[in-house]
């Protein structure tokens, strides 16, 4: 593999798909580098082999009305659906509804300068509006969750300007891709996978030489196979946070000759949120079968190791999937599957107070999904912590003409952690490059 391309782009995920659409359209040879056997990054779905249920390893919901995302969904002619929201909570014992513990949300979106740990705006309304400790509880799951951030380091501006953000697009109640979140991204892959030579996979980047106006890019395989250079005028670097953040010769780090250094210390402040998912498939929807369960989506336990919960809605099936970010998931992240499963069937034990055994009786099928452990990703999405809300605007600029970046860690725009997040940095870092395209001729 020694190619010469206008623009070499690195990673095959949400961002680099969309950066690569948009330069293949615009009449630029494109060569897509992806470490891994698929393209999609995050995004991963699979489809159980008995149910035919898309199941998502990754990215699962749509956020709100995305106009980007949702554009493609209509191309590609998919179904995408509200999910049933109702939430129910399951704390020191007792099963309720949680809709009234979610109270904390208008104190994060509300934050305010200066900047402090989400924890301590917790805590501080909690006095003055007399909050019941559930109320705290339930306020540091959710940031643990939702933003994979742990409360007692996360920026309360970061966050309220994500939650405003949110809203903006029409809140955060989710719906789902029926027929499976890879599906929108094929939209853009396709195009791209119909002309040979454009997107290599199993093709890692350990190496990026650039001058200005030129790029080389080393590339081998998994295996650790030479496969050749890649040359280019210009590249897009897409690679998630946590690759960013890896050195050589850690599994998936890059090496930029030269260094960048204001770059190295944007991303240094920045955290990868931890992330564990579960994805359990039962002989029968039990939940679905009881009356005080029927008619929740969504079930939370804020003190269990896996705390979060939901359905397949608006499908019917027989799965649950386990979500646990940040702190919860560090707990988890590296330990065995089968302990990993232990965790979740104790924790659906407790939420729906059945005994374990139950519960692994009925257990048909299992699957965890450890984020941490994708040497390509190495964790679930950006977090920011106190202070470091401008390290995005550093990552997401420019070096001298030559090298652009995307990625849902470089949105500004309050959207980071999303896939259309990342598909309107992708969008971006294109017309950034044709820009700087056209100022050349």
Same mark, same amino acid.
């Given at each position: 593999m020694d190619l010469i391309s206008d623009v070499v782009i690195l990673g095959a995920g949400a961002s680099g798909l969309a950066a690569a659409a948009s330069l293949s359209r615009a009449g630029l040879r494109v060569t897509v580098l992806e470490a891994r056997e698929r393209w999609g990054g995050r995004v991963a779905t699979v489809h159980d082999p008995v149910?035919?249920? #898309?199941? *998502?390893?990754?990215? *699962? +919901?749509v956020h709100g009305e995305p *106009? @980007?995302?949702r554009k493609l969904a209509r191309k590609a002619r998919l179904s995408i659906r509200a999910c049933n929201d109702t939430h129910a909570l399951s704390w020191k014992g007792r099963f309720r509804d949680g809709e009234e513990s979610f109270r904390f949300l208008d104190a994060l979106a509300s934050a305010k300068p200066p900047d402090r740990p989400v924890a301590e705006l917790l805590r501080e309304r909690a006095k003055v509006e007399h909050w019941a400790p559930l109320q705290v509880a339930m306020g540091r799951a959710y940031v643990e969750g939702f933003y994979a951030a742990n409360p007692d380091t996360a920026s309360t501006l970061a966050i309220a300007r994500m *939650?405003? !953000?949110?809203e903006e697009l029409g809140g955060i109640r989710p719906s789902r891709v029926m027929q499976g979140y890879d599906r929108v991204l094929r939209e853009l !892959?396709?195009?791209?996978?119909? =002309? #040979?030579?454009?997107? +290599?996979?199993?093709a890692v980047a350990e190496e990026v030489r650039w001058a200005s106006g030129e790029v080389r890019v080393r590339v081998r395989t998994r295996q650790g196979v030479a496969l050749g250079q890649v040359r280019a005028k210009q590249a897009v670097v897409t690679l998630p946070l946590g690759v960013l953040r890896a050195r050589p010769p850690e599994p998936g780090a890059v090496r930029f000759v030269p260094r960048l250094p204001a770059k190295e210390r944007a991303w240094g402040l920045l955290e990868m949120g931890s992330l564990v998912k579960v994805l359990l498939r039962f002989r029968t929807a039990f939940w679905s079968e009881r009356e005080d369960t029927r008619r929740f989506g969504f079930f939370h336990? #804020? $003190?269990?190791?896996? #705390?979060? /919960?939901?359905? $397949? @809605?608006? =499908?019917? @099936? =027989?799965?649950?999937?386990? /979500?646990a970010g940040g702190p919860s998931a560090e707990a988890l992240s590296g330990l065995r599957e089968e302990v990993v499963l232990a965790s979740a069937v104790e924790s659906l034990a407790r939420i729906f107070r059945l005994p374990r055994q139950a519960l692994h009786e009925l257990l048909e099928a299992w699957h965890v999904q450890d984020w941490q452990r994708e040497p390509f990703t190495r964790g679930g999405y950006a977090v920011i912590p106190v202070g470091a809300a401008d390290a995005m605007q550093e990552i997401a600029a420019p070096v001298d003409g030559t090298l +652009? +970046? !995307?990625g849902e860690a470089t949105n500004t725009d309050g959207e980071e952690g999303t896939v259309h997040g990342a598909i309107a940095t992708g969008e971006r870092a294109a017309r950034e490059v044709l820009a700087r395209t056209r100022a050349r001729k």
């Amino acid at each position: 593999m020694d190619l010469i391309s206008d623009v070499v782009i690195l990673g095959a995920g949400a961002s680099g798909l969309a950066a690569a659409a948009s330069l293949s359209r615009a009449g630029l040879r494109v060569t897509v580098l992806e470490a891994r056997e698929r393209w999609g990054g995050r995004v991963a779905t699979v489809h159980d082999p008995v149910t035919e249920v #898309p199941l *998502e390893l990754g990215a *699962e +919901f749509v956020h709100g009305e995305p *106009e @980007s995302l949702r554009k493609l969904a209509r191309k590609a002619r998919l179904s995408i659906r509200a999910c049933n929201d109702t939430h129910a909570l399951s704390w020191k014992g007792r099963f309720r509804d949680g809709e009234e513990s979610f109270r904390f949300l208008d104190a994060l979106a509300s934050a305010k300068p200066p900047d402090r740990p989400v924890a301590e705006l917790l805590r501080e309304r909690a006095k003055v509006e007399h909050w019941a400790p559930l109320q705290v509880a339930m306020g540091r799951a959710y940031v643990e969750g939702f933003y994979a951030a742990n409360p007692d380091t996360a920026s309360t501006l970061a966050i309220a300007r994500m *939650e405003t !953000a949110a809203e903006e697009l029409g809140g955060i109640r989710p719906s789902r891709v029926m027929q499976g979140y890879d599906r929108v991204l094929r939209e853009l !892959a396709r195009p791209l996978m119909e =002309r #040979p030579g454009t997107v +290599f996979l199993n093709a890692v980047a350990e190496e990026v030489r650039w001058a200005s106006g030129e790029v080389r890019v080393r590339v081998r395989t998994r295996q650790g196979v030479a496969l050749g250079q890649v040359r280019a005028k210009q590249a897009v670097v897409t690679l998630p946070l946590g690759v960013l953040r890896a050195r050589p010769p850690e599994p998936g780090a890059v090496r930029f000759v030269p260094r960048l250094p204001a770059k190295e210390r944007a991303w240094g402040l920045l955290e990868m949120g931890s992330l564990v998912k579960v994805l359990l498939r039962f002989r029968t929807a039990f939940w679905s079968e009881r009356e005080d369960t029927r008619r929740f989506g969504f079930f939370h336990g #804020p $003190s269990l190791p896996v #705390p979060t /919960w939901w359905t $397949s @809605s608006p =499908r019917e @099936s =027989r799965h649950l999937v386990g /979500w646990a970010g940040g702190p919860s998931a560090e707990a988890l992240s590296g330990l065995r599957e089968e302990v990993v499963l232990a965790s979740a069937v104790e924790s659906l034990a407790r939420i729906f107070r059945l005994p374990r055994q139950a519960l692994h009786e009925l257990l048909e099928a299992w699957h965890v999904q450890d984020w941490q452990r994708e040497p390509f990703t190495r964790g679930g999405y950006a977090v920011i912590p106190v202070g470091a809300a401008d390290a995005m605007q550093e990552i997401a600029a420019p070096v001298d003409g030559t090298l +652009f +970046f !995307a990625g849902e860690a470089t949105n500004t725009d309050g959207e980071e952690g999303t896939v259309h997040g990342a598909i309107a940095t992708g969008e971006r870092a294109a017309r950034e490059v044709l820009a700087r395209t056209r100022a050349r001729k």
